[in-house]
Structure formats: C-alpha cells, structure tokens
C-alpha cells in the first residue's frame, strides 16, 4: 500500500486534481456567464456595456454576446474537459482583455473591507496554467482525440 507522502514533489493523482480544478472553476465562471446570459436584454443598454466597454470599435451587445461565449460556453466545454485549449484559449483573452483594459493592471484594489485581488487576474492565472498542463486523462478530449499508437 502506497503511504501519503505529504513532503514529495510526485503528484498523488494529477489527473483527478485537473479534473476538479477544471470542474470547480469552470462552474464558478458557468454562474458568472448565465447570469449575463439571462439578462442580456438588460446588460445590452446598461451604460456599463455601451460606454466603458469597446472591443474592435463595437460596443454594447458585441462585446456583451462575446463574453458570455466565453464565460458561459467555453466554461461548459471547461467542465467537459471538450476542446479545452481551444476554450481556455478564449477564457484567457476574456480575462485578459477584462485585466487589461476594462480595469487596467490593477491586480489588487482596497476595497471596503480591505484588499482584494482583481478576479479577471486570477482567473487568468489559472487558465493559464490548465492551459499548459492540459485537461488531463479525465476530460472529452482524451477520449475524443486519444491517438491509438
């Protein structure tokens, strides 16, 4: 029987903790994108969307639909672990562009109760690493895409 090695660096099981790191972010980001998602006809003419809001000179409902692509549906496919770099490709520009240029560079703000990090930056960071490790063996795309060798 294999002991739980608590100081070594060997993964335990890495393909269970990218299943759930995919599964729990994925569904925190799934929320965020349904809720835009159900009130889109409200979001649409929110000055928010209309004024602060540009992406290649389109503002309002462009930008709005593009985000919730992101958010809601290329979670989905997060949670799948279905065309995972092709969506953690489009999550990471939505994040991005949200760091960037919606609330520029700011990784950490002081807030009413103390400080806090930019949710976008750290979204951002994880889909970046996910983005390199992969999906792993419990994910769509390995049963997909899984060469026979």
Same mark, same amino acid.
């Given at each position: 029987?294999? *002991? ?12 269970? @903790?990218?299943?759930? !790191?995919?599964?729990?972010?994925g ?23 209309? *004024?602060?809001?540009?992406?290649? @000179? ?6 709005l ?13 997060? !949670? ?15 994040? @991005?562009? !949200? ?14 109760? @103390? ?15 996910l ?10 795309? *390995? ?6 060798a």
């Amino acid at each position: 029987m294999n *002991k739980l090695q608590l100081f070594s660096e060997k993964p335990i099981n890495m393909d269970l @903790g990218l299943l759930l !790191i995919r599964v729990i972010i994925g569904t925190l980001m799934a929320f965020i994108g349904y809720e835009k998602l159900i009130h889109f006809d409200e979001l649409v003419v929110d000055e928010f969307w209309a *004024k602060n809001v540009s992406f290649l @000179g389109m503002t309002g409902g462009v930008p709005l639909f593009l985000t919730i692509f992101a958010e809601f549906f290329c979670s989905l496919f997060l !949670i799948l672990g279905l065309f995972t770099r092709f969506s953690l490709f489009v999550l990471m520009f939505c994040m @991005g562009y !949200i760091f960037m240029v919606i609330f520029p560079m700011s990784i950490v703000d002081k807030g009413e109760n @103390g400080y806090h990090f930019n949710d976008a930056f750290v979204y951002f960071i994880i889909y970046l690493g996910l983005f390199f490790t992969g999906p792993g063996k419990y994910s769509l795309d *390995k049963k997909l895409f899984q060469k026979n060798a």
